[in-house]
């Protein structure tokens, strides 16, 4: 069931946004249930991460409007390894503060990166999802990703291994591909 929307302000993070987006992190890494990662990150860290993001990524905020408070972030980085022959594709990841999921923020952050991401030429968003987190996985459904596959023992976590899922959205039809 979805919950009543809330009014939100999306923007650009700012290094200000590093205790708020570190704080939300570090309670979805918390729980061992919705994320790869597995050590919680320090404000100074959050803030390290924020000045250096790409130039060339885009890294957005929710911000609540009553109260001011970042109820979730998303980014899209340039695909790891910038090369030019993958530059169109960009990872997309996806983190909202547990009291907010179910109120849309997920999907206004998506809208606006989107747009974002075409503006700076990304041909393709991908995501790597737990293979567990199925809310995850609705979640992205629903924004127009499509699951492409599932890579089995893809990360490392906890002395063990977990499968993730890799999904995709296409943001423009570029033709065939040379051969």
Do not use: W
């Not at 061992?32 to 803030?47: G, H």
């Amino acid at each position: 069931m979805t919950k009543p929307a809330i009014h939100l302000h999306i923007r650009p993070v700012c290094i200000d946004d590093a205790a708020a987006t570190a704080r939300i992190l570090n309670d979805i890494i918390a729980t061992q249930l919705l994320t790869a990662m597995e050590k919680p990150i320090t404000v100074a860290e959050q803030a390290e991460y924020i000045r250096t993001f790409s130039k060339s990524g885009c890294f957005l905020v929710a911000e609540h409007i009553d109260t001011q408070a970042i109820v979730g972030l998303q980014s899209l980085e340039p695909l790891q390894g910038g090369d030019t022959a993958t530059s169109h594709i960009g990872e997309i990841s996806t983190f909202i503060d547990d009291t907010y999921r179910g109120h849309g923020v997920g999907t206004r952050l998506t809208h606006v990166l989107l747009e974002e991401a075409q503006k700076l030429g990304y041909q393709k968003i991908i995501a790597y999802i737990r293979a567990d987190n199925t809310a995850a996985q609705a979640f992205y459904l629903q924004q127009g990703f499509r699951m492409v596959g599932r890579l089995a023992q893809h990360i490392r976590y906890r002395g063990g291994y977990l499968d993730q899922v890799l999904a995709e959205r296409l943001l423009t039809n570029p033709g065939t591909a040379a051969t």
